[in-house]
């Protein structure tokens, strides 16, 4: 297994340029990959599985011991990516597909990368771990309406396919994961730490798969979806750290909300773009699946060498690791 982890970790530390080869590859050579986009919802199906593994109940302590950061954090989540998605989209004017594509992925729950994201950080690993959990599971009813308000204008969406869609792929998964877990601890525990790689792997063939199927789109649009990818992002990053600040939160929550609100599961966004839409739609979150993990990445490293100053240390989130001890090992497991 120290062969295991030591692949799980260099799989880790080069995810981003990982997929961006791939990403490559498949605009070179689409064709290659005709029929991939059929897979994308069962890809995510065992990403979220994977997911399901590293849960708790523990994780959801901090509902009860601290409701506010986490109201705050989710309705962060869950108000201001959307209205991102959907305004840097309008701003550049992207094509209606394209649109749909970015207000998706603003509409998508977190990804799990954060949370580690979030512990090298220096933030709020309980606080980021408890929003990735309770955004997931709230994202068969959060996700369909905000798409439905945002979108509907445009493109036909259909609500309630969309909730069936995301329980599928997500809260199904999801809980069969965590019941597992309950159920069967030291089998889990065995298999833990192949979860990254299967994770990576999932999230290289979404990309695979999606940039394939929309070759001749990212090679007449691609810089400009680029540029609201990271539009997107960034700003997200920004007012998630000011949401915070402004609410009075300490400095290690505002990084957890920060990173939480910035970074999205770009996976699932990417396969309800295929399903829902087209390939092309699933463009931003192919992009946003490389673009996320490197932005997290230079923050979470700029933030670890920085004081927090309000009297949290990294020894003081260290019960939150403990408590969900697999959030090392959620490395690359999005996507994220």
């Given amino acids: 297994m120290n062969t ?52 708790r109940p523990s994780d959801f302590a901090i509902i009860g011991r601290r409701p506010w950061a986490l109201l705050l954090g989710v309705a962060a989540q869950y108000t201001l990516m959307p209205l991102l998605g959907w ?21 998508a729950p977190g990804g799990t990368a954060s949370n580690v994201m979030v512990f090298l950080a220096r933030g709020d690993t309980a606080l980021s771990v408890a929003m990735t959990s309770v955004s997931t599971l709230l994202a068969p009813v959060m996700t369909p309406l905000l798409v439905l308000l945002l979108v509907g204008e445009d493109l036909p969406v259909s609500a309630s396919e969309m909730f069936l869609s995301i329980v599928k792929i997500v809260l199904v998964p999801v809980l069969l994961g965590l019941v597992l877990r309950l159920l069967l601890p030291r089998l889990v525990e065995r298999v833990i730490d192949l979860l990254p790689l299967i994770s ?11 940039v394939a199927g929309s070759s001749s789109t990212l090679l007449s649009v691609g810089l400009l979806v680029l540029l609201a990818v990271v539009l997107h992002n960034v700003a997200g990053l920004a007012l ?9 939160m300490p400095v290690s929550s505002r990084r957890a909300i920060s990173i939480e609100v910035g970074m999205q599961n770009s996976g699932l966004a990417a ?7 087209s390939p092309a739609a699933a463009l931003p979150a192919a992009i946003f699946s490389v673009w996320h993990n490197v932005s997290g990445s230079v923050l979470a490293s700029y933030w670890s060498r920085r004081p927090i100053g309000d009297g949290t ?24």
């Fill in 87 to 107: 305004g840097i989209a309008h701003l550049l004017g992207l094509s209606a597909v394209l649109t749909a594509g970015m207000i998706l992925v603003g509409c």
């Fill in 240 to 248: 998630g750290y000011a949401v915070g600040r402004v609410c009075g």
């Fill in 200 to 210: 990576v792997a999932g999230i290289t063939a979404v990309v695979l798969a999606v």
């Fill in 4 to 55: 295991v982890r030591q692949i799980s970790a260099f799989v880790g530390r080069w995810f981003a340029l990982i997929v961006l080869v791939a990403g490559a590859i498949a605009l070179a050579t689409p064709s290659t990959f005709d029929g991939w986009a059929a897979q994308i919802p069962l890809l995510l199906q065992i990403i979220m599985l994977g997911m399901g593994m590293t849960l």
């Fill in 313 to 336: 240390s990294l020894g003081a989130t260290a019960p939150a690791v403990s408590s969900s001890s697999s959030v090392r090992r959620r490395e690359g497991a999005t996507d994220d």
């Fill in 271 to 277: 396969a309800l773009a295929t399903v829902h839409f």
